[in-house]
């Protein structure tokens, strides 16, 4: 039988049609389709494409791919938190120059907001940048200025650029931990979750000098070279394990919180049997020591890969995931009526009540715990140093072999029976006559110290009628000293010691947000306006933006660790802060009947004298710290 003619045609022009459809560039005026698979850019030498690829049976996102993976190996995409139906939606460059990606009944999902009156074409570089480029080759707009969770050779991340990790395996929407420089010029790894952010790389325990990095380099620009040496302004700096110009490279900031780079040979000695990606390198960030991993109470152990599980009396709020925690079994305990469930070879991380502590003894320690209500336990450790860290919160918890660490959780007493309860106290204690006293011990002060604050503190209370006049002096107590120690090294750590007591970062246009563009002004407080606004989990907050003096990176620094520092129980609560270059504000929690302002100007004293003394007490205390801190 003959084919009619008319289909042999039709068939050529399909086949022209769809080997034309891989296209160099998209011109002004044309579109790429959805539906069409084959409509896609792909780079000079083919290393690249970019085309909708599909996250779903039903929705795609305009992405940028390694062509020879097996499963595509997606490094970029345009709408990864907004997919767009498979049926009409299309990425479009229109006559003004707008790169537009719209979805299937016609809404913008995403656009490069560009405009230009010369002729303008998209183009898929070799690099796996995808630019807009004029007649006079200027790039007018290119992916590599906004990446998602991976870095290319040759691709910059600068001070605006943060790398974001997929929320999990194989969802691309963003996750929660970030790859980003901070404020003080230094890159780091954060998790940023919906609560709380914790930096977990660089290690907290030590300043950043320790790691050989430095601070005062403000160009804020990190690079990935053809080679696989990746290099920074802070000085960080590794290498691929294979070294040497050839292989294609990704560095990737992966769903665990792990950042990594990948590594295939290139295009032409493509690994045909698997074309997978090798790991070849992964920073010494210990999985267990990645916050936000496990929730709260959850402790981290290799079983051999990170898992997580609660100690016994409490359980796992989803057994599916290890990140949202563990409640306890028991009703929440009367300070009197508590006791303590021992755990060796375990730690949390962060939320300490007062900067750390050395030269206390186990008693004294578990004393302090026991009698304060916030106190959820306290981690000893039995070295002979003394180091006691009692706890607001108990997150970022991990399994330590090796270690003289024992943690103390808070219990009610008789939960366990007398045999379960392990307290050893006289093991536990330490000889105090040899233990020296370190310059960060806060819990026990020497008598004579005690009794000079108290001295100090009579003076201070004469003066003393609000909460605005206490936070001024401990301010400007605190400024004094930064600027005294501008530069040293504890104060450059700031930003993370903020972030690592676990306040949440906010961004300004989150902020701003949240107050309806700072509408409803509540109060004006010592140094700041004050505004109401909701958050978008639907939390009310106190907003307040500070001017002024405060606005100084060094004095903001100084007003979070010392306000955070308080956490007193009389305080309003500090959830968070802003910190987006002049921006400069913190987020507290809101509370509905009156501000502790009120509290301490009522007349008819909703506060007695003892309880404000105890709040001057409280914040000189912290004042004091800080100093010494600085
Ligand atoms: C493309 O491949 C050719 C031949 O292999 C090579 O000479 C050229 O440098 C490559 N171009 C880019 C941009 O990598
Ligand atoms: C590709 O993806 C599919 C589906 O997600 C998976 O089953 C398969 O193992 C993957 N192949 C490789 C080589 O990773
Ligand atoms: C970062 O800043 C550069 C230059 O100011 C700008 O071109 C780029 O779009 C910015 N990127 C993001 C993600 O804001
Ligand atoms: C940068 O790192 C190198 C090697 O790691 C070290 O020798 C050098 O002192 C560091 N520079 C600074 C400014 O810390
Ligand atoms: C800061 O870092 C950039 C990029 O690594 C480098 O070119 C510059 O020399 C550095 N500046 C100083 C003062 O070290
Ligand atoms: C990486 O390799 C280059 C070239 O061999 C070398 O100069 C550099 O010091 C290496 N960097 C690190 C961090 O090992
Ligand atoms: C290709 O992958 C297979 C399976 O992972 C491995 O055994 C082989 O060594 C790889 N070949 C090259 C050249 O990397
Ligand atoms: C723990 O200590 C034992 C004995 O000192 C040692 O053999 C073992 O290697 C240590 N384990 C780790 C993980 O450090
Ligand atoms: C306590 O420390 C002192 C001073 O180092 C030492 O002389 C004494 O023997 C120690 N006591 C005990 C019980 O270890």
């Not at 901070?182 to 709380?196: A, E, I, S």
């Not at 802070?234 to 490279?249: Q, V």
């Not at 004094?480 to 700031?494: C, D, G, I, R, T």
Request: net charge neutral.
């Amino acid at each position: 039988m003959e084919v009619p003619r008319f289909l042999i045609i039709l068939l050529l022009a399909a086949t022209i049609a769809s080997s034309e459809a891989r296209l160099s560039s998209l011109r002004q005026g044309s579109s790429l389709k959805v539906e069409e698979e084959s409509d896609f850019l792909v780079s000079p030498n083919g290393t690249f494409s970019s085309g909708f690829y599909k996250v779903d049976t039903s929705a795609s996102c305009y992405s940028i791919w390694f062509t020879n993976s097996v499963n595509k190996t997606v490094v970029w995409m345009a709408n990864r938190d907004k997919p767009v139906s498979r049926r009409g939606s299309k990425l479009t460059l229109h006559r003004n120059c707008n790169l537009v990606l719209t979805d299937g009944v016609g809404s913008i999902v995403w656009s490069t907001n560009t405009y230009s009156d010369a002729g303008v074409e998209a183009q898929l570089l070799e690099t796996g940048n995808l630019v807009l480029i004029n007649q006079e080759k200027m790039v007018i707009w290119q992916s590599f200025d906004s990446p998602t969770d991976t870095l290319l050779p040759s691709q910059r991340l600068v001070k605006n650029t943060t790398l974001v990790s997929m929320r999990s395996q194989g969802t691309y929407l963003s996750g929660f931990y970030n790859f980003r420089f901070d404020d003080n010029n230094v890159l780091y790894l954060v998790y940023n979750g919906p609560l709380f952010s914790s930096v977990y790389f660089p290690k907290q325990d030590k300043t950043i000098f320790d790691f050989k990095r430095t601070p005062y380099n403000s160009s804020k620009v990190a690079i990935l070279d053809e080679a696989g040496q990746f290099i920074s302004s802070d000085n960080l700096t590794f290498n691929a394990s294979d070294y040497g110009i050839g292989p294609k490279r990704r560095l990737t900031m992966d769903y665990d919180g792990i950042l990594r780079l990948y590594e295939i040979p290139t295009t032409s000695t493509l690994n045909a049997s698997t074309g997978l990606w090798e790991l070849s390198w992964l920073p010494g960030v210990d999985a267990c020591l990645i916050h936000g991993l496990c929730g709260e109470f959850d402790i981290c152990t290799y079983k051999p890969q990170p898992t997580c599980s609660c100690p016994y009396g409490f359980s796992l709020n989803d057994p599916s995931d290890g990140s949202k925690g563990c409640s306890p079994l028991f009703l929440s305990n009367d300070a009197t009526k508590s006791d303590f469930m021992v755990l060796p070879n375990t730690d949390y991380y962060g939320y300490d009540m007062e900067t750390y502590a050395l030269g206390i003894s186990f008693s004294a320690c578990r004393n302090a715990c026991l009698t304060d209500s916030r106190c959820k336990g306290f981690g000893y450790a039995l070295d002979g140093k003394g180091q006691c860290y009692p706890k607001f919160f108990l997150r970022n918890g991990f399994h330590k072999p090796n270690t003289s660490q024992i943690m103390h959780i808070k219990i009610p007493k008789g939960f366990l029976s007398k045999d379960e309860v392990i307290t050893k106290l006289e093991t536990y204690d330490l000889n105090c006559s040899a233990a020296k006293v370190s310059r960060k011990t806060t819990a026990q002060v020497s008598e004579v110290e005690k009794s000079n604050k108290n001295r100090y503190m009579d003076y201070l209370i004469g003066f003393v009628s609000s909460f605005a006049i206490i936070e001024a002096i401990c301010i400007g107590l605190t400024w004094w000293y930064a600027f005294q120690k501008h530069a040293h090294e504890e104060f450059v750590n700031m930003g993370y010691i903020a972030l690592a007591m676990g306040f949440k970062r906010f961004t300004y246009a989150e902020l701003k947000r949240a107050t309806d563009g700072f509408k409803q002004e509540v109060g004006k407080g010592g140094f700041g306006t004050v505004y109401k606004g909701v958050l978008d989990d639907e939390r009310v907050v106190a907003v307040k933006r500070l001017d002024g003096i405060l606005r100084g990176d060094a004095e903001f620094w100084a007003e979070v660790s010392v306000i955070g520092n308080i956490n007193h129980r009389n305080l309003v609560k500090l959830w968070g802060f802003c910190a987006d270059n002049e921006h400069k504000l913190l987020v507290y929690e809101y509370l509905e009947n009156g501000s502790l302002d009120r509290l301490l100007f009522s007349s008819d004293g909703e506060l007695g004298l003892e309880q404000r003394y105890n709040i001057a007490l409280g914040t000189a205390k912290v004042c004091h710290i800080y100093m010494r801190n600085a």
